[in-house]
């Protein structure tokens, strides 16, 4: 998935919405309200897609939240200028085993000795069984993880991750990252490049997981499945 300044400005826009009907609300015009007599069903047509392409809500929440994920990990940077990098597990009292672990493999990702790749399944703000694939080196780089490690928020799969599926719509993406290569023609199955040293990650829980590769299966009581995959990077 390519970004460019207009998916920022678009970010952007959406911030000004508090809640998905305020979203709905600015593309309901006057005349609707005069012909319909009623915002709510007037709301409806647009998130129908009677008035054009509209986000579903799914979409509204996720994007906002990645939009407002990014201008924090943005003001966070600013305000951390010059400072000595802290670990966004340090000091955490850490309970669950996936939080754990993540904990473990938060230095060596951060400094680029490991590049993990993290698979999740679970449930939903709105309760639809989603699963994906989420590079954990690229996500500490570009979101704050202490509301994750705090418990304020729950580390979920995305649409901009490697990969990403949602069980009920139906929706499947797939997107590499500045760390790995998705490959998902291949006989073998899914597979993920490490665009470093070229090596390949392979996902596939009845083959082994690679060169200079490990997958670790965690029982979590945040989450239905949780695997961690690890590929070490080697230096000379």
Same mark, same amino acid.
């Given at each position: 998935m @390519? &970004? ?10 959406l ?7 305020d &979203? ?18 007037a709301?409806?047509?647009?998130e129908?897609?009677?008035?054009g392409?509209?986000l ?18 943005? +003001? ?28 473990e493999? @938060?230095?060596a ?5 490991m590049? +993990? ?13 989603v699963?994906? &694939? ?15 490690? +705090? ?13 990403? &599926? ?10 590499? +990252?500045?760390?790995?290569?998705v490959?998902?023609? #291949? ?16 996902? #596939?829980?009845l ?30």
């Open positions: @390519e &970004y460019s300044g207009a998916v920022g400005r678009f970010h952007d826009s911030s000004k919405f508090k809640v998905y009907e &979203y709905l609300d600015s593309k309901v015009t006057s005349m609707d309200l005069f012909y319909l007599k009623s915002r709510e069903l709301r409806k047509l647009v129908h897609g009677h008035k392409t509209v579903s809500r799914e979409e509204f929440v996720e994007r906002k939240a990645a939009a407002q994920a990014a201008e924090a990990a943005k +003001s966070n940077a600013f305000h951390n200028r010059g400072r000595p990098a802290t670990l966004a597990s340090a000091g955490k009292e850490l309970k669950d085993n996936f939080l754990k672990a993540l904990a493999r @938060e230095e990702n951060r400094s680029g000795k590049t +993990s790749v993290i698979f999740i399944r679970d449930h939903n703000t709105l309760g639809q069984e699963s994906g &694939y989420i590079d954990y080196t690229h996500r500490l780089k570009t979101q704050d993880f202490e509301p994750y490690f +705090s418990g304020k928020k729950r580390l979920m799969p995305g649409r901009s991750d490697l990969c990403y &599926y949602n069980w009920k719509t139906r929706v499947s993406t797939s997107n590499s +990252s500045p760390n790995f290569e490959i998902y023609d #291949d006989p073998n199955g899914l597979l993920f490049k490490n665009k470093r040293d070229k090596k390949i990650l392979n996902v #596939d829980p083959s082994g997981p690679g060169e200079d590769s490990s997958r670790t299966f965690l029982q979590s009581d945040l989450y239905v499945h949780v695997v961690i995959y690890d590929h070490n990077i080697r230096t000379a």
